[in-house]
T-cell receptor, first 113, second 112 residues
Framework: ETGVTQTPRHLVMGMTNKKSLKCEQHLGHNAMYWYKQSAKKPLELMFVYNFKEQTENNSVPSRFSPECPNSSHLFLHLHTLQPEDSALYLC????????????FGPGTRLTVL | GENVEQHPSTLSVQEGDSAVIKCTYSDSASNYFPWYKQELGKRPQLIIDIRSNVGEKKDQRIAVTLNKTAKHFSLHITETQPEDSAVYFCAARGGGADGLTFGKGTHLIIQP
């Protein structure tokens, strides 16, 4: 698959588990983003990385921990989540953080039991 | 920070008619306003965008208008077709911000 890929596509975890979401982009972009999409709420920006440096943290709880080892990969590490964290987590990328158009991945559907 | 309001939440129109979705934003420094279409179970995809130095932009059946003074922008779809059925999101990029702030979305239903 080309463009922006995310794995896994579906994840079910207990509140005491630790898991990680992975995003990879094959577009040569330098900025990557995590968004959360819950039912009946707008897409919420969580984190922004530009050239591997975190440039925005939108008041996200510490149980979500992002990691960007290089410009092509972005992770979201999860631990001690709550049921209200169940949502679709979308990754996006753009050539740089100052470039407007963002390209989205297919998302990971997360369910916290 | 930026706040984006979107209306209506659901819009049902007859096939062939026009559809209009409206958004307002709060940050007067916002300079970029994209519209995304998300079909059921799929990722959001950019359909049209407008920058703050332009008042209107058109791409075939889709157009976007921007009123900077009133801080609102609208999506217009003419001659609607069944494949236009989806959820549409407006967004704004605030001055100095790297990410987008999204509206809650409009579920557009095209009635045959």
């Amino acid at each position: 698959e080309t463009g922006v890929t995310q794995t896994p596509r579906h994840l079910v975890m207990g509140m005491t588990n630790k898991k990680s979401l992975k995003c990879e982009q094959h577009l040569g972009h330098n900025a990557m983003y995590w968004y959360k999409q819950s039912a009946k709420k707008p897409l919420e920006l969580m984190f922004v990385y530009n050239f591997k440096e975190q440039t925005e943290n939108n008041s996200v709880p510490s149980r979500f921990s992002p990691e960007c080892p290089n410009s092509s990969h972005l992770f979201l590490h999860l631990h001690t989540l709550q049921p209200e964290d169940s949502a679709l987590y979308l990754c996006a990328s753009s050539p740089s953080a100052t470039y407007n158009e963002q390209f989205f991945g297919p998302g990971t559907r997360l369910t916290v039991l | 920070g930026e706040n984006v309001e979107q209306h209506p939440s659901t819009l049902s129109v007859q096939e062939g008619d026009s559809a209009v979705i409206k958004c307002t934003y709060s940050d007067s420094a916002s300079n970029y306003f994209p519209w995304y279409k998300q079909e059921l179970g799929k990722r959001p995809q950019l359909i049209i965008d407008i920058r703050s130095n332009v008042g209107e932009k058109k791409d075939q059946r889709i157009a976007v208008t921007l009123n900077k003074t009133a801080k609102h922008f609208s999506l217009h779809i003419t001659e609607t077709q069944p494949e236009d059925s989806a959820v549409y999101f407006c967004a704004a990029r605030g001055g100095g911000a790297d990410g987008l702030t999204f509206g809650k979305g409009t579920h557009l239903i095209i009635q045959p």
